[in-house]
């Protein structure tokens, strides 16, 4: 099948939406769930804290018997008792009477203060105070973080290491996420061989095994490989077998023009193409269709092409399969330096951004896999511009701020 | 040992900064690289491409043929040779001959560029072509990308899914790159449970064991955890262990006011406490010390000022351990609230931005995990600032660009 007409950007990408299904869901341990997304809310089991404690190492005391001590007016306690992390007290604090208190533990009957430790020098039993708290002062009151039954995170929130800490204060140790999209990478080419193979005449290295299997990872989901070769009954067997076996199937290469471009004939006689042709640039000749009820995205065999249709379809696919959102986080730059764009098109332009400028890298062919290298966002131009003049603003998108986000 | 005197920020980091030493290194599969630090440059052991290759699908011949070719004055070539990928010809392409090429063969001894197939009708083995090219052009010379002996990537290169590419393009299957650091997270305190635990009187649930275990294998080390008590014969033991084997301790808590701060006491018996207390909010009460020659942060139980002291002091480390720069990618936005602060302290505090302005989010106390699952940056206010008015452009740093880059 060959390309007879390109479609806009936004016309593919709405193709690509309207085929989305959301991942089926599993319960994992609380442990293991750092970077996934919540398919069902979580209701909180307790109060957090659950009970009033304390938020200083310190003593626990009647506000009002602080009131007027100072520096020079210092004023004595009787201390009771002493509380340690983990322990509490039965003792009830009297006016004149403290007990020792540490961070996190529970607020004694009577007391409705903490004084921090600074403030005060112990003398056997007798505290010695030189500074006044008001009532509440240095408590966390029961139910402040959270209160029992509160849905405290909804559904496609992303479990970041806080989500975590509040999933677990809401006595959760494990939770309902969106299983991982599982990808079946179908390189094809016969041309392609191992980094440590003899290059033979006509050979060249497989490196979109690498790149676009660590592309598939940074977008939240885990790769299966497998290198055909690019005849049509190989490819139609691999893609066939894949898109019953895995949830997104995604090719690369695979043209050769003795034969047409067999990746796109064997989706066409195996489901639908969706489109094939897009006016992207790099990347022009992408592709995507339904095999089988399953997403198959097709992409360049040249590395840089591949690694930018991948950007803008396949991991758009990949984040919202698991409820997340997938909208470029723009940043502006201004451009070091004149950028040729054609209108109508979508230019993804590999640049190097610092603090101040951005700096287009120069792009001889999107086979040279160093250019990606020397980048860390691209220039995004709309279809609707037609170039950008040294010193223009422009938008961009940061490469890390696309990957699967964690922290 | 009680804090006496807080230091300033600066002088706290480069007490940690004066003890990191880089990690040993380790040859690793170039399949499991991605997201770790190289130790050694890469030197290409090929051109690449390894020979003057088509960049499209279409005809080598004679650019000096095509000379006048439009779409009114058609010209005929004689078709000689087909070359699929992977293939090759022998033929040599004479003037008024074109052999058809797949995009990355390589081109055919005579040929000196590559008319796109769109340019051109095949009728049987006439090629009728309506444009010219000029020579050189589609096509991507012999070490375009690399040559031969290039260095590719220089040490402490940070190896993303391109520069997999590129190590493989340059003929390696193996990288060498520094060993992820083994963190020890010592968890202390009587009273911390199990999210499913029954919550008895004075117990709460060990959230920091999710939170910061996470944030350790967000800073691109690997982690194992141990709950302990906090008394001064179990911290003693366990840190004496956990610095014999581990390369970086973490503890969390163990400050009980009855017996003092055992981490910081332990940490001075057992080797050198090299802070204990900061000029910083939230975290105050952080330590650092070196225990058998490895580095121990000593963070507070308090859920939130753990996450800052973290994000602060063993991130920075942990980075630094494996050759990565750890600078924060400093952003500006709007205040939209005022926010106090005072002179002489680092304040990071924790805030919404979205594309304008960024929103303080009001802090009831370090243990207010929500505080932090509301946040997406910090807001960081120096030493010598005190307090943000309402509209003020602040420093703010996003909390995923603090996580370990991938992508």
Redesign the interface.
């Known amino acids: 099948m060959?390309i007879s007409k390109l479609i806009p950007l936004k016309e593919a990408l709405s193709k690509v939406e309207e085929n989305i299904s959301l991942m089926d869901t599993e319960v994992i341990d609380?442990?293991d769930s750092?970077g996934r997304v919540l398919s069902k809310g979580i209701k909180s089991y307790?109060n957090?804290?659950?009970?009033d404690?304390s938020?200083m190492?310190?003593y626990a005391l009647i506000a009002e018997d602080t009131f007027g001590a100072s520096n020079s007016v210092i004023k004595d306690l009787k201390i009771i008792d002493?509380i340690?992390?983990?322990?509490?007290s039965d003792k009830t604090v009297g006016h004149g009477e403290a007990i020792?208190?540490?961070?996190?533990?529970?607020i004694p009957e009577g007391a409705n203060a903490v004084l921090m430790?600074e403030f005060t020098y112990e003398n056997g039993d007798v505290l010695e105070i030189h500074s006044q708290v008001t009532p509440g002062e240095n408590i966390?009151p029961t139910a402040?973080?959270?209160a029992e039954g509160d849905e405290?995170?909804s559904r496609n929130a992303l479990i970041?290491?806080?989500?975590?800490?509040?999933?677990?204060?809401?006595?959760?140790?494990e939770v309902e996420v969106y299983k991982k999209p599982r990808v079946k990478l179908i390189i094809t080419?016969?041309?392609?061989v191992?980094?440590?193979d003899t290059?033979d005449?006509?050979?060249?290295?497989?490196?979109?095994?690498?790149?676009?299997?660590?592309?598939i990872?940074?977008a939240g989901a885990c790769v299966e490989i497998e290198h055909g070769l690019?005849n049509y009954c190989d490819v139609k067997e691999a893609i066939d077998k894949a898109s019953k076996e895995f949830d997104v199937v995604i090719t690369t290469?695979g043209?050769?023009?003795?034969?047409g471009d067999v990746v796109v004939d064997v989706v066409e006689d195996l489901g639908e193409v969706l489109f094939h042709g897009v006016a992207l640039r790099p990347g022009r000749p992408v592709g995507a269709g339904i095999v089988n009820d399953t997403m198959v995205f097709m992409l360049s065999?040249?590395?840089v092409a591949a690694?930018g249709q991948f950007d803008v379809f396949a991991r758009y696919c990949l984040f919202r399969m698991q409820g997340m959102d997938y909208t470029h986080n723009i940043v502006k730059r201004e451009s070091a330096t004149k950028i040729p764009s054609s209108l109508g098109r979508t230019d993804y332009i590999r640049a190097f951004a610092d603090d101040e400028k951005v700096h287009h890298i120069l792009n001889?062919?999107?086979?040279?896999?160093?250019s990606?290298?020397e980048?860390n966002c691209y220039i995004i131009i709309d279809e609707n511009h037609e170039g950008i003049e040294k010193g223009d603003t422009v938008d961009l998108v940061f490469?890390?701020?696309?990957?699967?986000?964690?922290?």
Chains 1, 2 share one sequence.
């Open positions: 060959f609380l442990k750092c307790h957090s804290p659950p009970f404690k938020a190492d310190g002493r340690g992390a983990g322990d509490f020792v208190i540490a961070t996190g533990a529970p430790k966390s402040e973080d959270i405290v995170l970041r290491p806080q989500e975590m800490g509040l999933i677990a204060s809401a006595g959760h140790s080419g016969n041309e392609l191992e980094p440590s290059l005449k006509a050979k060249i290295i497989n490196s979109n095994k690498y790149t676009i299997s660590a592309m990872e940074s690019d290469g043209t050769a023009i003795s034969k065999g040249q590395p690694m001889r062919g999107s086979g040279i896999i160093r990606m290298v980048a490469f890390r701020d696309m990957a699967w986000p964690s922290l």
